[in-house]
């Protein structure tokens, strides 16, 4: 079997990383319980999901590449009732607890902005230098340019979690 040329791989890998960052975040944002928290991680997953959208077409090859773990998807694995503390899957959220029979909010999680913001930061940022690191290998114009564009919605979202922390640190005495 030949094994596919380095540069298609490249632009999968990347594809999938920013997939993984759509789903993370969507997770993340459903269990959120802060408003405010939900449009940011809602926010990232927009921008992953466009990032993968521009990606996928020109991606060749087939299956899942391996990918480094870039989000902390086992940190929203499991929910926990605040109420009685029964654990639940996250891809499982009951409507009410089936220990306590809390309504379903009692499973939602407590997240700062500020922490949320940061966990946009981290993630984008090393989402960024490992698409960064794959698109060495691409010589195809077109995936180049899918490439490109890929980088600069995740440089948007970037620039918009560095502004928003800055704008927060600011606002405490
Ligand atoms: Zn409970």
Redesign the pocket.
Known sequence: MKSPPKSSEAVRQAAQVDRDGAAFFRRANLLAADPRVKFIFGRAAETFENAAKVLEPVAKGRGKPKVPAVFPFEEYEEIE??????VARADDLPEV??????ARY??EREVSQGGAWDLVLRTTKEAAAFARKVATAVKDTEQKEALAKAAELRKGLLDEAKEERARMEGATP
């Open positions: 009732c605040y109420v009685c503390g029964h607890c089936p220990e306590c029979g809390a009692a499973f």
